[in-house]
């Protein structure tokens, strides 16, 4: 039992650790982005969603 408790708090160490990168991240690229931010999101979603499509059709080929 014991040992189940070390890895479920090294788990929850990892967990909080990485939500924590992830804020930092988040932080920073609003702050040296600002409003850009926002068109940059658009950009990269239309593009992924612009390959995935192109990805499908080749598929269905």
Do not use: Y
Not at 3 to 32: E, S, Y
Not at 42 to 55: G, K, M, Q, T
């Amino acid at each position: 039992m014991k040992a189940q408790t070390k890895v479920k708090m090294k788990d929850d160490v990892a967990l909080l650790t990485v939500a924590i990168v992830c804020c930092a991240g988040a932080v920073l690229f609003w702050r040296f982005l600002g409003e850009a931010g926002g068109s940059i999101l658009f950009i990269i979603a239309v593009a992924s969603l612009a390959w995935d499509n192109i990805r499908l059709r080749r598929k269905l080929r």
